[in-house]
């Protein structure tokens, strides 16, 4: 079975600080999308960044960005200048299985930003 | 773009009646949308792919007959937890896949139904 492994089950930074959330990922697939959602308080899942495994550029959307390391199978989260809206679990994903339409999720990190 | 909502956001019901859960994607198309169940403190759990037109996939576990998913449209599915008993309370999210364009291996999620049980 495919699995994601979030070894950070809570982390807590200062306002303005950066902040590294790791992931891994176990999958035989060539070519597949990995994902980061966002659970703040409301429980409402946000996309927060999404990287395509054929592209070796890093993704990156403002403050958020990934450390991709393909061989390694690991995504990590990066979050520059960080905010206190930005408290909330992180979930990273990662296909199923191949052609699967659905994703893995691993256990969450909670992120608290202090003031 | 890319909305999906949900309805409701609470419903609180009695052991043994039925409750259905809309979930739609707002301005977007989706042939697949999923329905995961969460925990206090957990990780999302699949319970479901819903694809339009189709019979729904369970996962490992998950009764179809009292999770009953019906996806007649490709904005719409709904999720009814027949004869809902306390241990049926949870907190249940959907999220739909864009069919076709950009994004398409992207899943958006609905906001979530808290679901109580008496």
């Known amino acids: 079975a495919q699995t994601v492994t979030q070894s950070q089950p809570e982390m807590s930074v200062q306002e303005a600080e950066t902040v590294t959330l790791s992931c891994t990922y176990d999958?035989?697939?060539?070519?597949?999308?990995l994902f980061w959602y966002k659970q703040p308080p409301s429980r409402q899942m946000i996309l927060v960044i999404r990287?395509?495994?054929?592209?070796?550029q890093n993704a990156t959307e403002n403050r958020f960005s990934v450390n991709f390391q393909k061989a390694a199978k690991s995504f990590s989260l990066k979050i520059s200048d960080s905010q206190l809206g930005d408290t909330a679990m992180y979930f990273c994903?990662?296909?199923?299985?191949?052609?699967?339409?659905?994703?893995?999720f691993g256990q969450g990190t909670r992120l608290t930003i202090n003031p | 773009g890319a909305v999906v909502s949900q309805h409701p956001s609470w419903v609180i019901c009695k052991s043994g009646t039925s409750v259905k859960i809309e979930c739609r994607s707002l301005?977007?198309?989706?042939?697949?949308m999923f329905w995961y169940r969460q925990f206090p403190k957990q990780s999302l759990m699949l319970m479901a792919t819903?694809?339009?037109?189709?019979?729904?996939?369970?996962e490992q576990g998950v009764e179809k007959d009292k999770f009953l998913i019906n996806h007649a449209s490709l904005t719409l599915s709904t999720l009814t937890v027949t004869s809902a008993h306390p241990e049926d309370s949870s907190f249940y999210i959907c999220?739909?896949?864009?069919?076709?364009?950009?994004?398409?291996?992207?899943?958006?999620f609905g906001p979530g139904t808290r679901l109580t049980v008496l």
């Open positions: 990287q395509e495994a054929y592209k070796q």
């Open positions: 999220s739909a896949r864009v069919a076709r364009g950009l994004g398409t291996d992207t899943q958006y």
């Open positions: 994903a990662s296909p199923a299985i191949q052609g699967a339409q659905k994703l893995v």
């Open positions: 819903s694809n339009e037109g189709s019979k729904a996939t369970y």
């Open positions: 301005d977007f198309q989706a042939t697949t």
């Open positions: 999958t035989s697939e060539s070519n597949y999308y």
